[in-house]
């Protein structure tokens, strides 16, 4: 019955990615149209192959509820290496001059996330980072993975065990993560982090999860306890 159930999770899982990629596709949404808002600013991340629309329905919810949304537009699909992607990361907080903001990722967008976070010099502008489905200490099916893309969430890839001895930014990171992930079977269970194991199973279908959402409001909701700014260190 458990083989059963995770092969429906699975499913399921890759019939909600279709949709939400040709959902992303056939968006006209603007970016600019979301950057309105009085709450705290959202920074939104998606993960490898995504599009930033892939992830429209949290924008929206969010937006929805006051926070002006931030996307990086040039990452595209996201297939740059994490350090490059956090570069872009920073480069987009600086030149808008954001302050306490909070960072929505999905899969790779954590790590992009935490890499900013941890090295960044726009660091001091990040509050929080909700992570969904990341792999922070990787995965090991991803050996078998054809592309540099993919493999490079292997664990030995050296900035993801470089992330791994970072443990300073953890606690500012809320993990959220089901209970069986068909990427990435180690988990994303990240030390000194506020985990949350959501009881259902896919990598991309937890976006949508009650759950997932519940946490994503309450990270970037006001009276949240925030990290005070300061410089970046030398």
């Known amino acids: 019955m458990r083989l059963i159930r995770q092969a429906a999770w699975w499913l399921a899982d890759y019939l909600y990615a279709g949709w939400r990629q040709l959902a992303a596709i056939c968006s006209r949404a603007d970016p600019s149209a979301l950057t309105t808002g009085g709450g705290a600013p959202v920074l939104v991340i998606p993960g490898v192959y995504e599009p930033w629309r ?32 956090a570069r872009l990361v920073d480069e987009y907080l600086a030149a808008r001059d954001l302050r306490g903001v909070v960072i929505v990722a999905h899969s790779k967008g954590g790590l992009i996330g935490k890499h900013l976070m941890s090295f960044g010099a726009s660091a001091h502008r990040v509050s929080a980072m909700v992570a969904i489905s990341t792999p922070f200490g990787g995965s090991r099916y991803a050996r078998f993975m054809l ?50 194991r959501v009881e259902t199973g896919g990598h991309f279908r937890i976006l949508a999860h009650p759950r997932t959402i519940a946490e994503v409001r309450r990270v970037a909701a006001p009276g949240t306890p925030r990290v005070p700014e300061k410089p970046p260190r030398a």
């Open 54 to 85: 892939f992830m429209l329905p949290l924008i929206r919810d969010l937006h929805r509820r006051g926070h002006p949304v931030h996307v990086i537009e040039p990452l595209r699909g996201n297939r740059v290496p994490v350090a490059a992607g």
């Open 147 to 196: 592309g540099s893309t993919l493999r490079a969430f292997s664990p030995r890839d050296a900035t993801l065990a470089l992330l791994a001895r970072t443990l300073d930014v953890n606690s500012r990171v809320v993990s959220v993560f089901p209970s069986f992930d068909p990427h990435i079977p180690e988990g994303s269970e990240l030390a000194g982090a506020r985990n949350v």
